[in-house]
T-cell receptor, first 115, second 112 residues
Framework: AQSVSQHNHHVILSEAASLELGCNYSYGGTVNLFWYVQYPGQHLQLLLKYFSGDPLVKGIKGFEAEFIKSKFSFNLRKPSVQWSDTAEYFCAVNGMNTGFQKLVFGTGTRLLVSP | DGGITQSPKYLFRKEGQNVTLSCEQNLNHDAMYWYRQDPGQGLRLIYYSQIVNDFQKGDIAEGYSVSREKKESFPLTVTSAQKNPTAFYLC???????????FGPGTRLTVL
């Protein structure tokens, strides 16, 4: 069965600091990878996604993620965070073994950015 | 305005009562999903449906039931058999052939 690990449960940063959130998954076959974000009081939103091609993907609000197949990782990065990035971030994967039908989520990382 | 609606936003029920959570989408998506979100546990899949009149159990289906009589609607019933029903419930949908899912605003259920 697929699983997704997010090792940072809580992260606290000051504005302008750089961010990297780790995500590792267990499935060895073809996967699609996602980062979702949940701002306080808002819907879960898609931040970025990787299906194929360039392993460095760019998303909304200056976020990017790099797919490293050999490490089964899809870490999220942002060079300079803002107070408005305070949110909970979820990594998710779906794999060919389920026909890409089911998303498996990590446990989430709560990011607090202090002004 | 296309999207997924879930109602109500907050729901309170007494222990032992069944309760049905609504999920409607006007995106013309074929697949719909129900997740449960608990602090520190991420999202866990309860049930999903890829087509009308068909649905499959997810990872934590015990104590829940669903129906899919219409393409745009996928209601979830939390039964009295669910041992720990208090949680935040999220509905999602997905277009046929596309991997990403889109989420509704959620319903926070509290069982007293």
């Amino acid at each position: 069965a697929q699983s997704v690990s997010q090792h940072n449960h809580h992260v606290i940063l000051s504005e302008a600091a750089s961010l990297e959130l780790g995500c590792n998954y267990s499935y060895g076959g073809t996967v699609n990878l996602f980062w979702y974000v949940q701002y306080p009081g808002q819907h879960l939103q898609l931040l970025l996604k990787y299906f194929s091609g360039d392993p460095l993907v760019k998303g909304i609000k200056g976020f990017e993620a790099e797919f490293i197949k050999s490490k089964f990782s899809f870490n999220l990065r942002k060079p300079s965070v803002q107070w408005s990035d305070t949110a909970e971030y979820f990594c998710a994967v779906n794999g060919m073994n389920t026909g890409f039908q089911k998303l498996v989520f990590g446990t989430g990382t709560r990011l607090l950015v202090s002004p | 305005d296309g999207g997924i609606t879930q109602s109500p936003k907050y729901l309170f029920r007494k222990e032992g009562q069944n309760v049905t959570l609504s999920c409607e989408q006007n995106l013309n998506h074929d697949a719909m999903y129900w997740y449960r979100q608990d602090p520190g546990q991420g999202l866990r899949l309860i049930y999903y449906s890829q087509i009308v009149n068909d649905f499959q159990k997810g990872d934590i289906a015990e104590g829940y039931s669903v129906s899919r009589e219409k393409k745009e609607s996928f209601p979830l019933t939390v039964t009295s058999a669910q041992k720990n029903p208090t949680a935040f419930y999220l509905c999602a949908s997905r277009e046929q052939g596309a991997p990403e899912q889109f989420f509704g605003p959620g319903t926070r259920l509290t069982v007293l």
